[in-house]
């Protein structure tokens, strides 16, 4: 880590949490490092407090651990078996918010969802680990749009945290496969416009099955 810029002082934990949550994102913090507080603190020019709640706020969200007497370090990659439980517990809870918000979703939020189906992320093939951040953070923003706008709590919750878990399974990114993600976006969203819970689970439910096949050459 070097050249970081200075952070705005207006908002100095969620910058230094944004911040530090990019670092693992793009793998610059790797899984299984250690994180060392007072250093990360000088790089972003800032005292060890706001470090220290970023790396709470981290920690809820599943990106690092903390252990007794050893500190902070970033979770590990998932394991083939994690990745396909995560996928399991997505295509129950997902399939859910599309539904719900399909019938709940006021005109607002359709047309949000359907302005979000249509954003591409920015892709470097000659950098794979900010191409797969950028990638799961477009593809993120799609999927919480849709479980906030399901309106329940309780299972937006879980579907944010479990989108945590993404930025850290193994560092392997389908290039070829962006314009379907695109594509199967675009039905979940045309669902939702029309209103139609079963489509929008459907649809759902077939994204996130296609998803995981994507991905899980990684594992191999």
Do not use: C
């Not at 329940?152 to 919750?157: I, K, V």
Request: hydrophobic fraction near 45%; proline fraction near 5%.
């Amino acid at each position: 880590m070097s050249n970081l810029a200075p952070l705005r002082r207006s908002t100095l934990v969620e910058d230094v949490y944004e911040r530090v949550k990019a670092l693992v994102m793009e793998h610059t913090l790797a899984p299984g490092e250690r994180v060392n507080i007072d250093a990360l603190a000088r790089e972003l020019e800032v005292s060890a407090t706001p470090v220290r709640e970023a790396m709470a706020r981290l920690e809820s969200d599943g990106l690092v651990r903390k252990r007794p007497l050893a500190g902070y370090t970033v979770s590990p990659l998932l394991s083939r078996q994690e990745f396909t439980d995560m996928f399991d517990m997505r295509v129950v809870l997902e399939g859910a918010a599309a539904r719900w918000a399909a019938t709940r979703a006021s005109a607002e939020a359709r047309a949000a969802i359907s302005a979000e189906a249509e954003t591409v992320a920015p892709l470097d093939s000659s950098d794979g680990r900010r191409s797969h951040a950028a990638f799961t953070a477009v593809d993120a923003r799609f999927h919480d749009l849709i479980a906030d706008t399901a309106a329940n709590p309780l299972l937006r919750d879980s579907i944010h945290r479990l989108h945590a878990h993404l930025h850290i399974h193994r560092l392997y990114f389908p290039y070829a496969q962006t314009g379907t993600t695109g594509e199967e976006h675009r039905r979940i969203s045309a669902a939702i416009a029309a209103g139609d819970p079963d489509g929008a689970e459907a649809a759902m439910r077939a994204h996130l099955d296609a998803a995981r096949s994507r991905h899980l050459p990684a594992f191999d």
